[in-house]
């Protein structure tokens, strides 16, 4: 099956989407069109230009689930840059091995990562910029991003005078085979190994997304799977991007109470999980309701265990928004 060229996905997404909604913060106000977005990602690449970043240099991320986070990645590969996502719970030592073994040259990360980071041993970085608002947070001794970073509002007008219109969405031409990420696994012994994906290996998701249509323009998904890990990833980010599709991020741990609030209030199209998420609202909605007294003796009773059925599945169907048409649950039977 042919797949489409990665990259210019994303060029047609955000020019044929520019006014729907595309990453919303759970929670909190940030909330970002595709046009916005297209034009952060403006921003980010007049950076790299002046900083003459090349085909293939590297750029790690790490952070909490936010559209800064999706931003920062869409920027990286639409440049043409290899981006190196990491797991946020990973220790500073595995992040200073992963962002060197990288060689990475730039890091995007939350304000509390960076804090638990130690820059003398990230002997490669060339600027550290914050998850939160995008500012320099770090630049090696001789570098200008700071200065630029400043002007950056005068040089999207120079760069820009009319205003960024969805015709200035135009991103690099890659082929598919080359090399866009580097995805460094929760490594069972040693440190982690750094796993090379082409676009191919990343079209090949968003493409069987597109083509079962799991995820439609105008559809909402509610992002709780860590980004850093390639099912949430490829389908909560990568394949609701290409379509139009409404991504709620939340940047929380997915607990029951958290989670089903979301749920409720987001009413999500599709559901990308894992079992334990589904165990735990199984045990807080379902269980309770299972093992109330009678409850098992009544369900012995032919008709009337069909209607308890059906009122424990609207429970579930209602608790999980009521408006999915499907559930995938990764990593288990």
């Not at 041993?121 to 090696?140: A, H, N, P, W």
Request: hydrophobic fraction near 40%; include cysteine; charge should be positive.
């Amino acid at each position: 099956m042919i797949k489409e060229n990665f990259i210019k996905l994303y060029e047609n997404s955000f020019r044929e989407n520019w006014d729907l909604p595309c990453y919303t913060d759970y929670g909190e106000n940030t909330q970002y069109t595709y046009g916005e977005v297209a034009e952060r990602i403006a921003r980010l690449h007049l950076l790299f230009k002046h900083c003459s970043l090349r085909r293939g240099d590297k750029i790690s991320v790490i952070g909490k689930n936010n559209a800064h986070w999706c931003i920062a990645y869409m920027a990286t590969i639409t440049y043409g840059a290899i981006v190196v996502p990491i797991l946020q719970d990973f220790t500073p030592n595995d992040v200073h091995h992963i962002v060197n073994h990288s060689e990475s040259i730039f890091l995007f990360t939350s304000d509390s990562i960076w804090e638990s980071l130690e820059e003398e041993k990230l002997t490669g970085l060339r600027g550290v910029f914050s998850l939160t608002d995008f500012r320099c947070l770090y630049q090696r001794d001789g570098e200008t991003i700071q200065k630029f970073m400043k002007n950056l509002d005068r040089e999207m007008h120079t760069t820009y005078p009319k205003g960024f219109t969805r015709d200035n969405v135009q991103y690099t031409t890659l082929s598919n085979d080359k090399v866009m990420l580097l995805n460094y696994t929760s490594g069972t012994t040693g440190f982690s190994k750094g796993v090379m994906l082409t676009g191919n290996n990343l079209a090949g998701n968003v493409t069987f997304g597109i083509r079962t249509e799991l995820l439609k323009k105008g559809d909402k998904v509610l992002s709780f799977l860590p980004l850093a890990h390639a099912y949430g990833c490829a389908f909560d980010f990568l394949t609701a991007t290409a379509v139009g599709t409404h991504v709620t991020l939340l940047g929380k741990a997915p607990s029951p109470k958290i989670i089903m609030k979301a749920f409720e209030e987001v009413k999500p199209n599709l559901i990308i999980t894992v079992p334990l998420v589904i165990e735990k609202i199984y045990k807080n909605i379902i269980q309770p309701l299972i093992n109330k007294k009678g409850m098992k003796w009544a369900l012995n009773i032919p008709l009337l265990d069909t209607q308890i059925y059906n009122q424990i599945r609207k429970r579930l169907i209602d608790a999980l928004g009521g408006r999915f048409k499907e559930i995938i649950i990764g990593g288990a039977a």
